[in-house]
């Protein structure tokens, strides 16, 4: 067959940027200040607004595992989603921690709050500076720590230590169950940050190559 009469085979084309996901995820980041805002009025003493605050995160860890599920269904992963998408994830829970840290202001929740922080900020920015280079698969472990994280955020976003009545025992039992989430999330993140250094480690010439 002649290369004239050859058959036409259209090139892969990119998903627009302008698709569901990516609306979802400009979302989240749009919330993040909102969140912080309701999580701090009246120092954190406000039971209205810390309900509003637990509200508002929801909506973010929902609208995040939903944008990430419509993207791989649908084919619509772009490189906005690629960048957009772990800052928002790490823009709401780090404002989470901050947060929670100011309003419970203990040496070992401002420890950790920092710890964390340090580690999901220094993993996502050198995930993505190694983007093109190798793709570097989400471990268990992290995906573990993502949801000991989200449960633990969420109850201590709750007003559960400053509700009365027939809710203070049960505000005080999810209080201590939150704290196993935090302590659980706190230990997963230490231990999926060591499991992402070292395979980075081990992929470290291809990266070189790469760059």
Same mark, same amino acid.
Not at 75 to 90: M, Q, R, S, V, Y
Not at 136 to 163: D, H, M, N, R, Y
């Given at each position: 067959?002649?290369?004239?009469?050859?058959?036409?085979?259209?090139?892969?084309?990119?998903?627009?940027?302008?698709?569901?996901?990516?609306?979802?995820?400009?979302?989240? *980041?749009?919330? /993040?200040?909102?969140?912080?805002?309701?999580?701090?009025?009246?120092?954190?003493? $406000? #039971? %209205?607004?810390?309900? @509003?605050?637990?509200?508002?995160?929801?909506?973010?860890?929902?609208?995040?595992?939903?944008?990430?599920?419509?993207?791989?269904?649908?084919?619509?992963?772009?490189?906005?989603?690629?960048?957009?998408?772990?800052?928002?994830?790490?823009?709401?829970?780090?404002?989470?921690?901050?947060?929670?840290?100011?309003?419970?202001?203990?040496?070992?929740?401002?420890? *950790?709050?920092? /710890?964390?922080?340090?580690?999901?900020?220094?993993?996502?920015?050198?995930?993505? $500076? #190694? %983007?093109?280079?190798? @793709?570097?698969?989400?471990?268990?472990?992290?995906?573990?720590?993502?949801?000991?994280?989200?449960?633990?955020?969420?109850?201590?976003?709750?007003?559960?230590?400053?509700?009365?009545?027939?809710?203070?025992?049960?505000?005080?039992?999810?209080?201590?169950?939150?704290?196993?989430?935090?302590?659980?999330?706190?230990?997963?993140?230490?231990?999926?940050?060591?499991?992402?250094?070292?395979?980075?480690?081990?992929?470290?010439?291809?990266?070189?190559?790469?760059?």
């Amino acid at each position: 067959m002649s290369e004239s009469n050859a058959p036409v085979v259209p090139a892969a084309t990119k998903p627009s940027n302008w698709n569901v996901p990516n609306a979802l995820t400009t979302l989240r *980041i749009i919330l /993040v200040p909102f969140f912080g805002w309701a999580l701090l009025y009246d120092g954190g003493d $406000s #039971v %209205l607004w810390r309900t @509003v605050a637990f509200g508002i995160f929801f909506v973010g860890m929902v609208t995040d595992k939903v944008d990430g599920d419509i993207a791989r269904k649908h084919n619509l992963i772009t490189d906005f989603g690629k960048i957009a998408d772990p800052i928002a994830d790490k823009a709401i829970t780090g404002m989470a921690f901050i947060g929670l840290a100011i309003i419970m202001d203990t040496w070992w929740m401002w420890t *950790i709050a920092i /710890v964390v922080l340090v580690r999901e900020w220094a993993v996502t920015l050198l995930r993505l $500076s #190694v %983007l093109k280079a190798v @793709v570097i698969a989400a471990a268990q472990s992290g995906k573990w720590k993502t949801v000991a994280q989200a449960f633990a955020l969420g109850f201590l976003s709750l007003p559960l230590l400053e509700v009365d009545g027939w809710l203070d025992v049960p505000g005080e039992i999810t209080y201590g169950v939150a704290l196993v989430f935090l302590a659980a999330a706190f230990l997963l993140t230490l231990w999926s940050g060591y499991e992402f250094f070292r395979d980075v480690w081990k992929q470290r010439h291809d990266i070189r190559k790469a760059v």
